[in-house]
């Protein structure tokens, strides 16, 4: 959910005294829930496709080609995605979408490094939670100032 639908589904929330979401992964994870299909579609999600099943794409043999081919199919794939050769171009590549994650129209808190070669990708196998050919890299936690306007202190 970009933050624009993000900012027009709070707006409409306040309006029929609702409680807001606190971002936009909880706003879709809660849209994704709701038992109503049609308030599942109006709330505006969105996403990026970053693979196709094994057995289905088998003439494929990196995962560049699958976005490349994902992109002809029609699916939304990630415009910045770049590929990377070495530890150097991956922590200079980490280090601008840190810098530059808030002139995103959505938000991120992080990237995900994987190797390219799908028969690398089947050699390293996967753990019951994760695969280990990829790695999420999480930015540091973006802080804010608040201030406490008033503190009121109860018995009972």
């Known amino acids: 959910m970009n933050r624009s639908?993000?900012?027009?589904?709070?707006?409409?929330?306040?309006?029929?005294?609702?409680?807001?979401?606190a971002n936009p992964r909880?706003?879709?994870?809660?849209?994704?829930?709701?038992?109503d299909p049609k308030i599942t579609a109006s709330r505006r999600l969105d996403f990026f496709a970053?693979?196709?099943?094994?057995?289905?794409?088998?003439?494929?043999?990196?995962?560049?080609k699958v976005l490349e081919l994902l992109t002809t199919m029609g699916f939304k794939v990630n415009p910045h995605r770049e590929r990377l050769r070495?530890?150097?171009?991956?922590?200079?590549?980490?280090?601008?979408?840190?810098?530059?994650?808030?002139?995103?129209?959505y938000e991120?808190?992080?990237?995900?490094?994987?190797?390219?070669?799908?028969?690398?990708q089947q050699s390293f196998g996967a753990t019951s939670k994760a695969p280990r050919w990829a790695i999420a890299c999480k930015f540091a936690a973006e802080q804010v100032t608040?201030?406490?306007?008033?503190?009121?202190?109860?018995?009972?």
Request: net charge positive; proline share 3%.
């Open 50 to 64: 970053y693979m196709i099943p094994p057995a289905k794409a088998s003439f494929v043999t990196h995962q560049w």
């Open 108 to 120: 991120i808190d992080g990237l995900v490094i994987k190797v390219d070669s799908l028969t690398q």
């Open 5 to 21: 639908a993000f900012g027009k589904l709070n707006a409409e929330r306040l309006r029929n005294n609702e409680l807001t979401f």
């Open 26 to 35: 909880n706003a879709a994870a809660g849209s994704l829930r709701v038992l």
């Open 86 to 105: 070495g530890i150097d171009e991956v922590l200079v590549f980490f280090q601008k979408w840190q810098r530059k994650r808030g002139e995103l129209p």
């Open 146 to 156: 608040t201030v406490v306007e008033a503190i009121d202190v109860q018995v009972g």
